[in-house]
RNA sequence: UCCUCGGUAGCUCAGUGGUAGAGCGGUCGGCUGUUAACCGAUUGGUCGUAGGUUCGAAUCCCACCCGGGGAGCCA
């Protein structure tokens, strides 16, 4: 007989009907004669509650056998539920064990641990409720980035994880190097010889593919990139990652305007479609994690984003009640608190503010008139702050290479990314969104180690 | 990297100079419909590591390691 997913079960399961279900025992509860377990497979929150009694075949043997953690698998007969907490259940003809879990050694328990703790264990917490639901909604953000911009006739680029040129001048990068450490060639100057390194010059884990989305958007219009990306910057903080995956979409013959239209359409689109696809999870995180999420996710789907721009922003902020910790003045970068004012307090729904100094943003973004400003915008949403930073790009090269040359950027690495000025260049605009944030801002986590399997961080790379 | 709080049983924590504790978990027993089952009993420790002060240190001092929260920076 077919194996059936729990999730399938518990949706369209029908009273009388045979089944087979696979899984992981999450509890068991034993009575006299009988025992009741709860087996989920995944598929979703919920598990399926079976019902063992001594008409299973060695009954006793296999009791003794399915602890916490166990791996089995049940056939019998769907049968509607004498108890309360759920409309179906299992009545067990034949169990069979494949694995044992030890509930001596075995540390996942019934009851609620730390998110700290489960992080050592990080091979074992999806077996929980909230890392399992944590890593449904990942893969459901995932799966509506992808359709977002599959139905618009996006094309995906794999923009390369190793790169000689270092995109934003910002952050520390890995080195990735074949040299043996311990025998570094040098050069007559004394300095490590990356000619005789595998690339013949330095070479880095990409920061941004950005750049070579641009490449690609000057063929194909509209692309997007969905990647890891690296920095190794020494940052211990509930919000960075050292690997982490980003999501940047570039659209030519597009501008700042455009590009916030996008940027609006695109997070109403993920929202809707995890809180469609992922109901029974979303109202876990609403109950246990944070009882605001759902009211956010509503607020993000149904209300237009403002839009204001930087020098409005600092006029509010100048004319706010609020004593704010850092000064407000124009030039001055928006800290997190003058982000959280405008977003939560003013205006209580997502703002995108627009048009920043061009001394805070880099050399890329396209100059306004008024040479002051550069066409950037940030989306600040309600409780998160920042989710998504883009521009409208500088397709000038006269203006590129002063703009290179005011910020002393290294240009020779990027030839090529000048090149596309040079030969049938185009206004073009993109933006880049964190994706684990995402993940962080749709369930509420409030550690991004918990909002990514294996979590690379300065001093941890187990798993 | 800076500030701050912490590290004691498998987990969550109490214990502030004098015999190392609780709840949960595990184990054993009981229970004919449980839902983090319940009831009873029981098990369990190199008090982060290394020094120091003291008659005596989980407790006071020093260094280091690790973790949480905040900041900076960002995504």
């Avoid at 108890?83 to 609620?112: F, N, W």
């Avoid at 690609?216 to 509930?238: C, D, H, I, K, L």
């Avoid at 020098?311 to 910790?325: D, G, M, P, R, S």
Wanted: glycine fraction near 6%; charged fraction near 25%; proline fraction near 4%.
């Amino acid at each position: 007989m077919e194996t059936r997913r729990v999730a399938d079960i518990l949706k369209n399961g029908q009273p009388e009907e045979k089944v087979v279900i696979k899984g992981w025992v999450r509890t068991k509860r034993e009575l006299k004669d009988f025992a009741f377990t709860e087996v989920n497979d995944g598929s979703s929150l919920a598990g399926l509650q079976v019902v063992l009694d001594s008409e299973v075949p060695e009954y006793n043997t296999i009791i003794k056998q399915i602890n916490t953690g166990a791996s089995i698998e049940v056939g019998g007969t769907l049968v509607a539920s004498q108890g309360k907490g759920q409309k179906i259940e299992l009545k067990a003809d034949s169990v069979m064990v494949y694995g044992e879990a030890d509930p001596e050694t075995y540390p996942l328990q019934k009851k609620r641990h730390s998110f700290e703790f489960l992080r050592t264990i990080s091979h074992l917490r999806s077996r929980t409720n909230t890392i399992g639901a944590v890593f449904r909604v990942r893969n459901a953000c995932a799966a509506a980035i992808h359709k977002f911009f599959q139905d618009k006739g996006f094309l995906w680029i794999h923009s390369p994880i190793i790169t000689a040129s270092d995109c934003e001048g910002a952050g520390e990068l890995f080195t990735v190097t074949n040299f043996d450490l311990n025998k570094l060639p040098q050069n007559k100057q004394g300095q490590v010889d990356f000619t005789q390194d595998f690339f013949g010059k330095p070479a880095y884990l990409t920061v941004s593919g950005q750049l070579q989305a641009e490449v690609m958007a000057m063929a194909f219009q509209n692309v997007y990139t969905f990647g890891p990306t690296f920095r190794a910057e020494n940052s211990n903080t509930s919000r960075h990652l050292a690997e982490f995956w980003m999501v940047e979409p570039e659209m030519a013959f597009c501008d700042l305007e455009g590009d916030q239209n996008l940027a609006e359409e695109f997070l109403k689109y993920i929202f809707q479609y995890v809180l469609d696809h992922c109901p029974d999870d979303m109202t876990f995180f609403n109950k246990w994690i944070d009882k605001s999420i759902l009211a956010t996710a509503d607020n993000i789907i149904n209300n237009d984003f403002e839009r204001i721009t930087y020098t409005k922003a600092i006029e509010l902020l100048e004319k706010a009640k609020k004593k704010f910790e850092f000064p407000v003045e124009w030039g001055i970068d928006l800290q997190s608190e003058h982000e959280r004012y405008l977003a939560e307090e003013l205006f209580k729904k997502p703002v995108i503010v627009t048009n920043y100094p061009k001394e805070i943003k880099a050399f890329y973004m396209r100059l306004d008139d008024d040479e002051k400003t550069v066409a950037a915008m940030d989306v600040l949403a309600p409780n998160i702050g920042e989710i998504i930073g883009g521009s409208q790009r500088e397709e000038r090269l006269d203006v590129l290479e002063r703009r290179i040359q005011e910020m002393n950027i290294e240009a020779d690495s990027i030839w090529w990314y000048l090149d596309l000025r040079r030969y049938g260049t185009v206004p073009h605009a993109g933006f880049g969104l964190g994706f684990e944030r995402l993940v962080q801002f749709m369930t509420g986590m409030n550690n991004i180690r918990d909002v990514i399997p294996f979590p690379r961080t300065p001093l941890n790379a187990d798993f």
